[in-house]
Protein backbone atom coordinates (compact mmCIF):
# COMPACT_ATOMS: atom_id res chain seq x y z
CA UNK A 1 0.00 0.00 0.00
CA UNK A 2 1.25 3.38 -1.16
CA UNK A 3 0.10 6.84 0.09
CA UNK A 4 1.19 9.99 -0.97
CA UNK A 5 2.10 12.55 0.91
CA UNK A 6 2.04 16.35 -0.43
CA UNK A 7 3.06 19.69 0.47
CA UNK A 8 2.52 22.96 -1.34
CA UNK A 9 4.13 25.95 -1.87
CA UNK A 10 6.52 27.52 0.59
CA UNK A 11 6.83 24.18 2.83
CA UNK A 12 10.12 23.29 1.54
CA UNK A 13 10.62 26.14 3.76
CA UNK A 14 9.86 24.59 7.21
CA UNK A 15 12.28 25.32 10.01
CA UNK A 16 12.74 28.71 9.04
CA UNK A 17 8.97 30.12 8.30
CA UNK A 18 6.97 31.68 10.77
CA UNK A 19 8.02 28.81 13.73
CA UNK A 20 5.62 30.42 15.80
CA UNK A 21 3.05 29.12 13.68
CA UNK A 22 4.61 26.01 11.96
CA UNK A 23 7.09 24.58 14.67
CA UNK A 24 11.34 23.57 14.13
CA UNK A 25 10.73 20.97 12.65
CA UNK A 26 12.32 21.13 8.76
CA UNK A 27 10.40 19.05 6.08
CA UNK A 28 13.24 16.62 5.92
CA UNK A 29 12.09 16.02 9.82
CA UNK A 30 8.64 15.45 9.03
CA UNK A 31 9.22 12.71 6.53
CA UNK A 32 12.06 11.28 8.74
CA UNK A 33 9.26 11.07 11.36
CA UNK A 34 6.90 9.76 8.68
CA UNK A 35 9.20 6.91 7.35
CA UNK A 36 9.35 5.51 10.82
CA UNK A 37 5.49 5.53 11.45
CA UNK A 38 5.14 4.18 7.57
CA UNK A 39 7.43 1.18 8.86
CA UNK A 40 5.62 0.37 11.94
CA UNK A 41 2.03 0.59 9.60
CA UNK A 42 4.03 -1.61 6.67
CA UNK A 43 3.24 1.11 3.90
CA UNK A 44 4.95 2.81 1.13
CA UNK A 45 5.38 6.90 1.30
CA UNK A 46 6.24 9.06 -1.78
CA UNK A 47 7.39 12.31 -0.98
CA UNK A 48 6.67 15.67 -3.01
CA UNK A 49 6.99 18.92 -2.30
CA UNK A 50 6.50 22.02 -5.02
CA UNK A 51 5.79 25.32 -5.29
CA UNK A 52 3.90 25.54 -8.05
CA UNK A 53 -0.10 24.42 -8.39
CA UNK A 54 0.78 22.92 -12.01
CA UNK A 55 3.54 20.66 -10.54
CA UNK A 56 1.70 19.05 -8.26
CA UNK A 57 -1.51 18.44 -10.52
CA UNK A 58 1.12 16.70 -13.07
CA UNK A 59 2.72 14.47 -9.77
CA UNK A 60 -1.06 13.55 -9.23
CA UNK A 61 -2.23 12.84 -12.27
CA UNK A 62 1.10 10.48 -12.69
CA UNK A 63 1.02 9.18 -9.30
CA UNK A 64 -2.66 8.26 -7.95
CA UNK A 65 -3.00 5.30 -10.08
CA UNK A 66 -0.03 3.63 -7.79
CA UNK A 67 -1.31 4.88 -4.68
CA UNK A 68 -3.86 4.22 -2.37
CA UNK A 69 -4.83 7.31 -0.86
CA UNK A 70 -3.19 10.81 -0.53
CA UNK A 71 -2.41 13.27 2.42
CA UNK A 72 -1.52 17.08 1.55
CA UNK A 73 -0.99 20.16 3.34
CA UNK A 74 -1.57 22.23 0.39
CA UNK A 75 0.07 25.61 1.81
CA UNK A 76 -1.66 28.73 0.71
CA UNK A 77 -3.24 26.89 -2.32
CA UNK A 78 -5.59 25.60 0.68
CA UNK A 79 -7.31 28.84 0.18
CA UNK A 80 -8.07 28.97 -3.35
CA UNK A 81 -6.32 26.16 -5.48
CA UNK A 82 -9.14 25.05 -7.68
CA UNK A 83 -7.03 23.35 -9.80
CA UNK A 84 -5.19 21.57 -7.44
CA UNK A 85 -9.02 20.40 -5.81
CA UNK A 86 -9.74 19.12 -9.35
CA UNK A 87 -6.69 16.86 -9.81
CA UNK A 88 -7.81 15.40 -6.30
CA UNK A 89 -10.80 14.85 -6.87
CA UNK A 90 -9.85 13.45 -10.68
CA UNK A 91 -7.80 11.06 -8.22
CA UNK A 92 -10.63 9.16 -6.77
CA UNK A 93 -8.26 8.34 -3.48
CA UNK A 94 -9.24 9.15 -0.15
CA UNK A 95 -7.42 12.56 1.17
CA UNK A 96 -6.65 13.97 4.30
CA UNK A 97 -5.75 17.59 4.45
CA UNK A 98 -3.38 18.45 7.34
CA UNK A 99 -2.30 22.01 8.81
CA UNK A 100 0.89 22.66 11.11
CA UNK A 101 -1.57 25.93 12.48
CA UNK A 102 -5.14 26.25 13.43
CA UNK A 103 -5.94 27.71 10.09
CA UNK A 104 -10.01 28.52 11.95
CA UNK A 105 -7.63 30.75 14.82
CA UNK A 106 -5.94 32.94 12.23
CA UNK A 107 -6.54 35.53 9.54
CA UNK A 108 -10.03 35.57 7.90
CA UNK A 109 -8.96 34.58 4.68
CA UNK A 110 -7.08 31.56 5.66
CA UNK A 111 -10.56 30.10 7.45
CA UNK A 112 -11.57 28.79 4.29
CA UNK A 113 -10.50 25.34 2.52
CA UNK A 114 -11.20 24.80 -1.18
CA UNK A 115 -9.86 21.42 -0.56
CA UNK A 116 -11.85 20.16 2.65
CA UNK A 117 -15.21 19.21 1.24
CA UNK A 118 -13.33 16.65 -0.72
CA UNK A 119 -11.36 15.17 2.10
CA UNK A 120 -11.76 12.73 3.99
CA UNK A 121 -11.24 14.61 7.12
CA UNK A 122 -8.75 18.09 7.94
CA UNK A 123 -6.61 17.76 11.00
CA UNK A 124 -5.36 21.44 11.77
CA UNK A 125 -3.48 22.59 14.72
CA UNK A 126 -1.00 20.22 15.75
CA UNK A 127 2.27 21.03 13.97
CA UNK A 128 4.31 17.73 12.49
CA UNK A 129 1.81 15.58 14.83
CA UNK A 130 -0.81 16.17 12.68
CA UNK A 131 0.37 14.52 9.43
CA UNK A 132 1.47 11.56 11.59
CA UNK A 133 -1.81 11.08 13.01
CA UNK A 134 -3.49 11.55 9.44
CA UNK A 135 -0.88 8.56 8.12
CA UNK A 136 -2.27 6.23 11.42
CA UNK A 137 -5.85 7.35 10.65
CA UNK A 138 -5.21 7.10 6.54
CA UNK A 139 -4.26 3.59 6.96
CA UNK A 140 -6.63 2.06 9.61
CA UNK A 141 -9.90 3.26 7.30
CA UNK A 142 -8.16 1.65 4.45
CA UNK A 143 -7.61 -1.19 6.55
CA UNK A 144 -11.29 -1.25 7.56
CA UNK A 145 -10.51 -0.95 11.24
CA UNK A 146 -12.94 -0.55 13.65
CA UNK A 147 -11.33 1.23 16.87
CA UNK A 148 -14.32 0.57 18.93
C1 LIG B 1 -0.62 25.99 6.32
C2 LIG B 1 -1.65 27.11 6.51
C3 LIG B 1 -1.77 27.96 5.26
O1 LIG B 1 -2.69 29.01 5.46
C4 LIG B 1 -0.43 28.57 4.90
O2 LIG B 1 -0.53 29.30 3.70
C5 LIG B 1 0.66 27.56 4.83
C6 LIG B 1 0.72 26.53 5.88
C7 LIG B 1 -0.40 25.19 7.62
O3 LIG B 1 0.19 24.11 7.53
O4 LIG B 1 -0.78 25.62 8.70
O5 LIG B 1 1.53 27.61 3.98
O6 LIG B 1 -1.12 25.09 5.35
Not at 89 to 105: A, G, K, R
Not at 114 to 142: D, R, T
Amino acid sequence: MKILIVNGPNLNLLGKRDTSHYGSKTLADIQMVLLRKAGDLGVELEFFQSNSEGEIVSFLQQKSTSASGIIINPGALTHYGLSLRDALCDSDLPIIEVHLSNIYSREEWRQKSVIAPICKGQIGGFSHKGYICALEIMVSELKGEDWG
